[in-house]
């Protein structure tokens, strides 16, 4: 695993052979095959491990904090960390989508991070701050993730974190806000019990 992981990171999976993994981990090809079957099903395993690191860090986050808009500051901003990080990157950003497949990684993708936004979105229905359906807050915040992870992979420029920092910090104020105008109508229940 360490030794697929030091590959993929510096060079594509196209270029990356059995033998070079085998070579630099010490061990025989049928090593490989016995624990993975081939090279792509070393590197499912990689992309996995990559991606239950960085749920297991925003489930940390999400932890940490009891106020949902807190809770959505740090699990984001982390998450960008995480899209940050130079082996998340190559392995799971950059290189994943053409080795195993937009669908595949799409599904992977979804089945690791999908629950920690659905625990987020959970924790602003359990407020009374949703005005939306929760599943469709959840598909929202997941697309827009995603797309600026990779917005994050293709720049090599440290403000896109940044930008997109910024950018997911005023969409969730404007969650707020209108959260704090639908509570001052008074056609409308409280949506926020206790106003910021």
Not at 30 to 39: E, V
Not at 70 to 87: N, P, S
Not at 126 to 155: C, D, W, Y
Request: with cysteine; charged share 25%.
């Amino acid at each position: 695993m360490q030794a697929g992981r030091e590959l993929f990171a510096t060079q594509s999976y196209a270029e990356t052979t059995g033998l070079q993994i085998c070579v630099r981990a010490g061990v025989t090809r049928g090593a490989l095959q016995h624990h993975f079957g081939s090279k792509v099903g070393l590197f499912i395993a990689i992309f996995d491990d990559l991606q239950s690191d960085g749920v297991a860090r925003v489930a940390d986050a999400l932890a940490d904090h009891d106020d949902p808009w807190e809770q959505a500051r740090a699990v984001t901003g982390l998450l960008l960390d995480v899209y940050t990080d130079a082996e998340y990157q190559a392995v799971v950003l950059k290189e994943a989508p053409a080795a195993i497949g937009w669908q595949r990684w799409r599904e992977r993708y979804r089945i690791n991070f999908t629950d920690v936004v659905r625990e987020l979105i959970g924790s602003f229905v359990a407020a009374g701050l949703v005005k939306h359906s929760p599943a469709m807050l959840t598909v929202t915040l997941n697309g827009a993730l995603t797309e600026l992870s990779f917005e994050i992979a293709r720049s090599n420029d440290p403000a896109t974190r940044t930008a997109a920092l910024a950018l997911l910090d005023d969409m969730i104020s404007g969650f707020r806000e209108l959260n704090r105008n639908n509570s001052q109508d008074p056609n409308r229940r409280r949506a926020d019990p206790t106003p910021p």
